[in-house]
């Protein structure tokens, strides 16, 4: 397969729209020597809520050239800014777009032809029923498709010289309660005259809410009165009485999309076509020209009860996957395996787990660095073959570096994106083989509501994991800053005292205790001659002294201001040290000024104690010592500096 065998279909809420019409196209593509590519939006991007905004960035992920075609199902993306920016990328790319339902401007058109059967349907029930009293359960007032099946039946009714009577006429806005209402105010403003002997829907969901309310009400379907619908909606097959209705013919469209790409295929440039597919009429029980008969209630229930039972084992299953991802034994290096193993009660089908850039390294993991653009990473694979990639990085627009042969290994030639997001944050996506099933649920089959479960739950495993790792480096950042000096990045009191307590926690039985208290000499000089900034330089240069000279795995301290402590714990008696770190502490400073070359110099006071340690030891008693020795050696400093001035 080559990239100008692709055919590119976006489409929202597959689960609900259009995942029948989806199943046959990719087969005819498939026999055709078409692959399909499929991109699905989990939300209709109606609404401006996180997760609508989240699922946006999905379609920034096609990659136009491969494509030899771009067939969008433009009436299930409520967000026409994402149609339009469709049809422009897909223009610019030189790809023709197929607009399925719903004109847009710069495509060709397949368009549903529901008025026809409707119009067979209505004129079945007026002419082969010879009802006269008939209803209409209309949807929303004003919505086009609804408006369009109300002037049917008005001409229905025209043709046959019947009155027309407006309260015959109720609107159940397409959808169940309104239907409720709407069906108690027919019945209300009937009684007292002729029976209603039909009434004709607008929709399925409106006509099995009415059967329901009719039978509350003693009224039997098509016994009392008759009924229709249209659209041929998937859960209209667990009615009783199945509805005469006007349903999607999948095998016409699938042929008229076919023939279309076939012209293109021969002139990319084909002017803009157009082409009318027709619902199939048909015909069934609750119009009464079809038997009710006793239909396997039993049956129906036993397996909506299994498929039940088996939502929950899958839900229960994805609940405690999502806790073992989130227990701390789980590594960035293991990470990969346990999201292998996670889908449980999904088919597992070719799928790969692409992240981005960002994503890993919040996971802390770091793999190759790519060129500008190449932010994408391989995370795992799963199905035939499960194995985590070397993490090769490479761009998001191509979607996979091995999509065409990803195609060698799926026997539909179909390949499913979605995205992985929690709520506008976006982690990466999935790219996964897409088998058409024969419409019964198994494991072997891929549920789109299980799918989306799967994401969400894992997207938020994924965001719980970074955030995590966040706050583990924000927190280890506030303990640093709360132990530590901001300046020089030495111990504050506070931690030195922790620091401290830790060394002598540590401590052999006959360790010995160092303790230097340091203080600059002439800051206020530096401070008032030069400005505060040569202050703080001099003080940073003091601390950097300290750490250097200072002995290892020390405490090492800013008190405050120009004070500095350090303590440290000798597993030996060290004697010779005190007088050995005053030399070298005058030395350091000597070498820094000579090396700085300020126009001050930079001195140092120490006050040093040195004792045995035991548990009776008083350390406070130890660094008041040290500081009173620390004045004296300032004392005789300041004597030094006064005689050097003196001629």
Known sequence: MNHSNIVGICVAR??????????????????????????????????????????????????????????????????????????????????????????????????????????????????????????????????????????????????????????????????????????????????????IEAIICAN??????????????????????????????????????????????????????????????????????????PYGLRISQSCGCRPVGNPNAGEMLMTLSMQLNSLRAFRKELHNTTVRLLDEDVTPDSLPYDVMQSGWGLARYQTSLVLFRNTMDGLGIFPKEGETGKNAYEFCCWGSDDFVPDYEPFSPKELLPHLETMYDVIPSKAIMVTLLHEQTSVFGYFVTGFEPNGGDYSFDTLDYGRLLDYQMSLAHVLGTL?????????????????????????????????????????????????????????????????????????????????????PEDSAIARFGGDEFMIAMLFPTDQKGYPEQFRITMEKALERMNQEMQKPYSIGASCGIEYCAYNDDTDIDQLMKSADNKLYVDKARHKCLRSSKRKP
């Open 466 to 550: 970074m955030h995590r790792r966040s706050l583990v480096a924000v927190n280890s950042e506030l303990e640093r800053l709360y132990v530590h000096d901001s300046m020089t990045g030495l111990f504050n009191r506070r931690g030195f005292f922790q620091r401290l307590n830790y060394l002598i926690s540590q401590a052999e039985k006959d360790s010995h205790l160092f303790i230097a208290a340091i203080d600059m000499d002439g800051l206020k000089y530096i401070n008032d001659t030069f400005g505060h900034g040569e202050g703080d330089i001099a003080i940073i240069a003091i601390a950097k002294l300290i750490m250097e000279i200072a």
């Open 204 to 277: 399925d969901t409106m006509a099995m809410t009415v059967a329901n309310e009719l039978n509350k009400q003693g009224l039997n379907v098509p016994k009392d009165i008759l009924l229709t619908g249209c659209d041929g909606i998937a859960a209209e097959e667990y009615f009783i009485p199945r509805l005469s209705t006007a349903a999607c013919d999948y095998n016409a469209i699938s042929s008229g999309v076919l023939h279309l790409l076939m012209k293109l295929k021969e002139n990319p440039q084909l002017p803009l076509q157009g082409l009318s597919i």
């Open 14 to 195: 597959l689960q609900d729209t259009a995942s029948e019409l989806i199943q046959v196209l990719c087969n005819d593509l498939k026999e055709a020597g078409f692959c399909s590519l499929i991109i699905q939006s989990f939300s209709d991007l109606g609404g401006k809520d996180a997760f609508d905004q989240g699922e946006r960035n999905l379609f920034q992920l096609i990659p136009f050239h491969k494509l030899s075609a771009l067939l969008l199902f433009s009436e299930t993306i409520k967000d026409d800014t994402i149609n339009e920016m469709l049809i422009r990328r897909a223009s610019e790319a030189g790809i023709p777009v197929i607009s399925m339902q719903r004109p847009m401007e710069g495509c060709h058109l397949i368009s549903y032809d529901t008025l026809t059967p409707f119009r067979a349907l209505t004129d079945h029930i007026f002419t082969d029923h010879g009802c006269k009293r008939v209803a209409f359960m209309a949807g929303f007032n004003g919505n086009p498709d609804s408006e369009a099946r109300l002037e049917i039946y008005r001409q229905a009714l025209a043709e046959r010289n019947i009155p027309y009577e407006e309260e015959l006429v109720q609107y159940g806005d397409f959808w169940e309660s309104p239907t409720i209402a709407a069906t108690e105010r027919l019945l209300s403003y009937n009684q007292g005259k002729p029976p």
